[in-house]
């Protein structure tokens, strides 16, 4: 089971966004990705491997974390980054994501 | 690049069969691990499952034996079909594809409302 932290973040452009994506047991070899979700949208992969940025994914993106506890920021809010995120494991089926975690605008 | 685009009926009547078809462009289908996800109506993502490489499927148990993945690759195709479905099954349903488990490409996702 994965347990996303907080269910919503009230932020201002410009600031910095911290997610937090806990794994009931240690996600193997770190197979942990993070999606970006709009509504009428396909999810979008920013993150995987815990930690390497996807194709195109600006740099203001960054995911950490091993084993159990992982975290996705977002530096310097843009207004397209208003969205929910997605945490996933993808090493052990079945594939599961996280509750999610709205940033919204404040 | 490759794109998917999923097909399919739009309402599906309870206990009926739900039947998609994602059509595969810009790459050769055989590349690829191939699958489906879902995301009801006001929640979060679930996996569905996947076809792989050489043929093997594999479903999340939650979905209780009642989803079927096959591929057709002379029309570059593959397909879920759902038994038994109910109004918990309305969702927007997704295609989706990758070297791997991880999904790199999605389609555009098509939603399926169960009713009578």
């Known amino acids: 089971v994965l347990t996303q932290s907080p269910g919503t973040l009230s932020l201002s452009p410009g600031e910095r966004a911290t997610l937090s994506c806990r794994a009931s047991?240690?996600?193997?070899?770190?197979?942990l990705a993070w999606f970006q979700k709009k509504p009428g949208q396909a999810p979008r992969l920013l993150i995987s491997?815990?930690?390497s940025r996807a194709t195109d994914i600006p740099d203001r993106f960054s995911g950490g974390g091993s084993g159990t506890d992982f975290t996705l920021s977002i530096n310097r809010l843009e207004p397209e980054d208003f969205a929910v995120y997605y945490c996933?494991?993808?090493?052990?089926?079945?594939?599961?994501f996280g509750g999610g975690t709205r940033v919204e605008i404040k | 690049q490759v794109q998917l685009q999923e097909s399919g009926p739009a309402l599906v009547k309870p206990s009926e069969t739900l039947s998609l078809t994602c059509t595969v462009s810009g790459g050769s289908m055989s590349n690829y691990y191939l699958g489906w996800f879902r995301q009801p109506p006001g929640k979060g993502l679930e996996w569905i499952g996947y076809i792989e490489k050489r043929g093997p499927t594999i479903y999340n148990p939650s979905l209780k034996n009642r989803a079927i993945i096959s591929a057709d690759t002379s029309k570059s195709q593959f397909s879920l079909k759902m038994s038994s479905v109910t109004a918990a099954d309305t969702a927007v349903y997704y295609c989706a594809g990758g070297w791997g488990w991880l999904v790199d490409y999605w389609g555009q996702g098509t939603l399926v409302t169960v009713s009578s």
């Open positions: 047991q240690s996600v193997a070899r770190d197979y």
């Open positions: 996933q494991q993808y090493a052990t089926s079945p594939l599961t």
């Open positions: 491997g815990a930690s």
